[in-house]
């Protein structure tokens, strides 16, 4: 046979591009389905359609591939549903520049051509995102790819707005909502980021009505005193419960308000007096339900003052109206001080605009309901979170639940399909498009101008992508899902969401398994961002270093509830591991030339060919188990191990013996289970490393299909020998006392050595280390192993002892004795005067009193170490005289 060459210096851009072309063109992700077994299925976490791939995606979509390549390896049909998101204000807010950007802005447009030029912008924007997903090699089955706005799904979001709006669980309501004005639209709850910013207390009166005093109140926002209906105290308030039912005078207009008693009210904060804006704050409102007050919005949706405010303040911003109502104040003499004051501002998520508290006509979902059947489901152990501890987040987020505002004042989403009449008011809720009125017959009508948030269709994903409302063959097989790969800053955004909607409409959660991965942070554990300019480019590491040592760093460093600390410095442990498995893998091919392969199952295997079967299907375990309960960094660990220390440090070395034998047969031999086991070792790392796996592993003589759909390497009993493998530890730790008193001699590598070993009585390794008497030679680079029964009498022997043997190296005649003996004494020299000073600390109070107690460890550890070095070079000495 000849040697098969690999190319000399391992390049992933020569061989990356043209494998992912030739797994699409071969169909190799498709699901191949058999109905009688259950198949593995995840909905890939949808990006928007405008973004760009983050590092964020770049773990989120590795750990998916792990899986998916894992479990259609092991013969399961494996379907990763790819797709992208809408993302309403997001892609709205792309075009809106790109237009203003030329002078036009959408209103100039309408509403029919904006969306136009906005599904102009999605078929530009989504290739980018996809190719870049196939870039860092998504196993993602393509022919199924979903978009949230595509037909089908339009077709999903209407039956679910309709039903849940027939089964009462959908209203249309005035209620206060998060207003971005920059974005021009209501937001969720969940929407809006908290931050903390330094602002200002502002004290000032407010006179009672019958003139005979004036109550103290504090607030960050004088300005929303202009839509003020109320005061409020604790009704156990001693200070207040003579105030309670009178009225005071409203500064700046003419309005009169009551003075109410509320158990809201804190007695403890500010001064126990709550100034009352229902339309401006969800405290208040709550406040002004139990109390019937009128609620006044102040605010314009550009966050300017409305009409409802007296003449002087109309139109100005809110800033600019917050200073002319202080400046007021004061000159009415009702000012009393602005103190400084840290307090909790909410931000849009997408614009990070500040977010105004403001009273508008929307539509809410009643969440209530729905939550307290995902509970349920979690109750009943349907669903599982990895790791555990994200259950207490669910929970109390659905405990803790309030309705969802799922309205939108934009142009880009799913419209609401909701019409109006305007000859006789009649609202009519359709699954579909109507012309005519269905109860007046008339055909003046005019569909609502809002959209949905782009969650409403979003929170469908597992079931919507599958067919949903069609009762299809990829419903019946796929669903439910099996698991979902998310980051824990949308468990309540998208995982609980989908849980409820699931339950709702298909009597059932939508995956058993949730996994919540860390974050991607920087070396010094900041969250990455423009601003900080932190960030690192998934693509730009790929084009340095290949897709798989992308996905293997990641994996290493994803251990369960932990975020990731990384730099772009991090993947060039991928890129070692990498070119490890080239390097190993062109030595083993190198080796071809001029030999037969044999029928692995009948060639007569030895010891340490049993051995590295026996790690193979050790490490084998350990991955299953690790992956099947989601610690990928085990399972990336255990790859790492057996492959470096187990198959190349030692069996690819111990393996010299036989390929560099004069047998042919016994050549043969070697060559033969070499080829199988890296093909076993390829699969086994194929889910981790998958470009560089399926290049080698289609190169190995009889390999002719694409490993993607393999077989997996599987556990076998019958392969496990913990005997062997005991006795094989036994001879890696005599290997590596005497590789090291080797280097302590600077003995050469092409120096031989002599060696005798003399075992202690009932040893049970002793026979493992007489059958392999020629490896041992081998790999300490000894002339011959004499087994002996007791200490040789001549001098010169440096001995080495382990658990069962004593090893004797007679050392005079590959160095110069005085010359070492001397080196010898000054290393005891200096290692005594480290000894005497680490015991004067340890015996000095002082230190032993304050020193830190890992410091007080450390200086015993390093006096325990010296100690023994200190005996070991006195003992060499000895030896040598």
Known sequence: MKAVELEKTYNPKDFEDRIYDEWIKNNEFLPRIREEVKPFVIVIPPPNVTGVLHMGHGLNNSLQDILIRYYRMNGVPTLWLPGTDHAGIATQNVVEKRLLANGIKRVDLGREKFIEKTWEVKKEHHSIIIDQLKKIG??????????????????????????????????????????????????????????????????????????????????????????????AVNPDDERYTKYIGMKARLPLTDRIIPIIADSYVSKDFGTGVVKITPAHDPNDWEISERHNLEKINILNEDRTLNSNVPEKYRGMAVMDARKTVVEDIKKLGLYIRDVDHKHQVGHCYRCH??????????????????????????????????????????????????????????????????????????????????????????????????????????????????????????????????????????IFFWVARMIMVSL????????????????????HGRKMSKSLGNGINPLDIVNEYGADAFKFTLAFLAAQGQDILIDSESFKFGSKFANKLWNASRYILMNLEGRNILDFESVKKNDIDRWIIHRLNEATSVIEKALKSYRFNDAAKAAYEYFWEDFCDWYIEASKLSLYSEEPAEKDRAITILLKLLSETLKLLHPFLSYITEEIYLKIPGNVSSIVNSQYPVFDPASSDEGLAENMKQLQDFIRQVRTLRSEFTIPPSKKIKLKLRFDKGFSSSDFFKNNRALVAMLVTAGDVDFVDSKPSEGGNISVAGSGYEAYIAVRDVIDVPMEIEKLKKEIEKSESLYKRASGKLSNPQ???????????????????????????KSYIAELQ
């Open 504 to 523: 709702e409409f298909m009597g059932e959660v939508p995956f058993r398994d949730i996994y919540i991965h860390g974050l991607i942070r920087d070396k």
């Open 353 to 490: 605009n500040v977010v105004e508290p403001y009273m508008s006509e929307q539509w809410f979902v009643k969440m209530k309901p729905l939550a307290e059947k995902a509970l349920d489901a979690w109750k009943k152990d349907e669903i599982m979170f990895y790791p555990k501890k994200w259950e207490n987040t669910y929970k109390h987020w659905l405990e803790n639940i309030r309705d969802w505002c799922i309205s939108r004042q934009l142009w880009w989403g799913h419209r609401i399909p909701v019409w109006y009449c305007d000859d006789c008011g009649e609202m009519t809720v359709s699954r579909t498009d109507i012309e005519k009125c269905p109860k007046c017959s008339g055909s003046n009508l005019r569909q609502d101008n809002d959209v949905l948030d782009t969650w409403f269709s979003s929170w469908l994903w597992p079931f919507s992508t599958l067919g949903w409302p069609e009762k299809t063959e990829d419903i019946k097989y796929f669903f439910p899902t099996t698991a979902l790969v998310t980051a824990y800053d949308i």
């Open 138 to 231: 998504s196993s993602c089955d393509w022919t199924r790819e979903r978009f949230t706005l595509d037909e089908g799904l339009s077709s999903a979001v209407r039956e679910v707005f309709v039903t849940l709006y027939e089964r009462n669980l959908i209203y249309k309501g005035k209620y206060l909502v998060n207003w971005c004005a920059s974005c021009g639209t209501a937001l969720a709850d969940d929407e809006v980021e908290h931050q903390e910013l330094d602002g200002r207390m502002y004290h000032y009166y407010y006179p009672l009505e019958d003139g005979s005093g004036q109550l103290e109140i504090a607030t960050t926002r004088p300005e929303t005193m202009l839509g003020d209906t109320a005061l």
């Open 847 to 873: 230190f032993m009193d304050k020193a830190p107690e890992d410091i007080i460890e450390k200086e015993k550890n390093t006096k325990e170490e010296l100690g023994i070095k200190i005996a070991k070079m």
